[in-house]
Every structure is written in structure tokens, then in C-alpha cells.
T-cell receptor, first 117, second 115 residues
Framework: EAGVTQFPSHSVIEKGQTVTLRCDPI?????LYWYRRVMGKEIKFLLH????????ESGMPNNRFLAERTGGTYSTLKVQPAELEDSGVYFC???????????????FGQGTRLTVV | DQQVKQNSPSLSVQEGRISILNCDYT??????FLWYKKYPAEGPTFLIS?????DKNEDGRFTVFLNKSAKHLSLHIVPSQPGDSAVYFC??????????????FGQGTTLQVKP
């Protein structure tokens, strides 16, 4: 069974440009999360989808970030326009169930390293 | 305001010895804690977890201890192996976010196990 896959693995763009990251969760996983790790710091939550609905988007930094999950399958995260501080590694994760103790743990993709120059 | 803190950015131990990774948290609403391991150029992988109703959980060479009064947890790896060399992230989940599954991560500790 395929794991969580993300593309591209690497993206270098200029400040002001637009970048779209894609995440394909594990088949059958209704929960999809986006996280970001900046400059070797902590991994920070961005948002959570349950199927195609945004359950929690409290971690989205600003309105330059737009996440979608049409049809409840794959998800995209668009940054427009990109700024220097958006550089980092963007992780996607998926899980099968979400309960009080999240007993089905989230599986992470390998991440997309975004560099804004 | 960082709610989960891993104050040791790195740790080096000899193969066969015990590795102890520490994590402190500030939010008393956290009720579930996890450790993830991350190799370079890979995503974090789940290692072990513990709920707030327990103070210890063991899985093979890995044991997590939770001290709620001190808001502290630790991961013990015994015996340590060179393949354990990775970045270890502590993470916590809020009780009130049980519908979201949102995890709060620490900044990670890089473990190096020397042969």
C-alpha cells in the first residue's frame, strides 16, 4: 500500500511567485493535515481536512496560503505570492480515524522543501 | 509561545547504552503524547505514544514515561543502536481538539548513536 506522497520534493521559486504543493494521502484516510517546519524549528500545524471540509485551519499563517481538497482525495496547498519567510519543509499527513486519543496515528509524507529566493 | 519544548537540541550516546530524550509541556489540557522519529529527507514516523491516564508505556526497546505533575515526558531507548540516529520529535494533543487531531510538536532532538 502506498504511503502519503507529496510533490514536488523540492521547489525553488522567486519571491512574489506562486507555488502549489500537492499531497496524496493514504487511500481511505479521511483526515488530512498540513504541517510546516521552518529553519530546523518545531513542526507547526497548518490545517486539518476531514474529507473535503476544513476542520481546523487555525495554523494557516495568512491569506497568502490556500488549501483545498476537492472531492476529499488529494490536497493542494498554494502560496501566492510567496515571501522569503515561507521557506521551509511542508509536510502532509493523513490518518484513518480521529478520536480522543487518535489511536490511529498520522502517517507523514516525505515533505516538500520550499525555498523562496 | 511554545507549548512543547525539547531543550536539548542534540544528544550523543554510545551504542548499547541508554538514550534519554526529554520533553516539557506547558498546556495542562494536553492528554495524549507521541514521539516521532525523523531521518533526513524523510517525513516523521510514529514511534510510541502515551495517554495522560498512564505514566509509562513500553514497546520493545522504547519506553515513554509521563510525569503529569511536572509536565514532563521522556523517551528511553535501551539499548541504543546506530540505526536509532535520527531527529526525535515530541508531540502533544489537546483534549479540546479531539475532533481535529491537531498535534503540537517540539523542536526536535538530534540523537547520534556512536558505534
Amino acid at each position: 500500500e502506498a504511503g502519503v506522497t507529496q510533490f514536488p520534493s523540492h521547489s525553488v521559486i522567486e519571491k512574489g511567485q506562486t507555488v502549489t504543493l500537492r499531497c496524496d494521502p493514504i487511500s481511505g484516510h479521511d483526515n488530512l493535515y498540513w504541517y510546516r517546519r521552518v529553519m530546523g524549528k518545531e513542526i507547526k500545524f497548518l490545517l486539518h481536512f476531514v474529507k473535503e471540509s476544513k476542520q481546523d485551519e487555525s495554523g494557516m499563517p495568512n491569506n497568502r496560503f490556500l488549501a483545498e481538497r476537492t472531492g476529499g482525495t488529494y490536497s493542494t496547498l498554494k502560496v501566492q505570492p510567496a515571501e522569503l519567510e515561507d521557506s521551509g519543509v511542508y509536510f502532509c499527513a493523513s490518518s484513518q480515524v480521529t478520536g480522543r486519543y487518535m489511536r490511529t496515528e498520522a502517517f507523514f509524507g516525505q515533505g516538500t522543501r520550499l525555498t523562496v529566493v | 509561545d511554545q507549548q512543547v519544548k525539547q531543550n536539548s537540541p542534540s544528544l550523543s550516546v554510545q551504542e548499547g547504552r541508554i538514550s534519554i530524550l526529554n520533553c516539557d509541556y506547558t498546556n495542562s489540557m494536553f492528554d495524549y503524547f507521541l514521539w516521532y522519529k525523523k531521518y533526513p529527507a524523510e517525513g516523521p514516523t510514529f514511534l510510541i505514544s502515551i495517554s495522560s491516564i498512564k505514566d509509562k508505556n513500553e514497546d520493545g526497546r522504547f519506553t515513554v514515561f509521563l510525569n503529569k505533575s511536572a509536565k514532563h515526558l521522556s523517551l528511553h531507548i535501551v539499548p541504543s543502536q546506530p540505526g536509532d540516529s535520527a531527529v526525535y520529535f515530541c508531540a502533544a494533543k489537546e483534549d479540546r481538539s479531539s475532533n481535529t487531531g491537531k498535534l503540537i510538536f517540539g523542536q526536535g532532538t538530534t540523537l547520534q548513536v556512536k558505534p
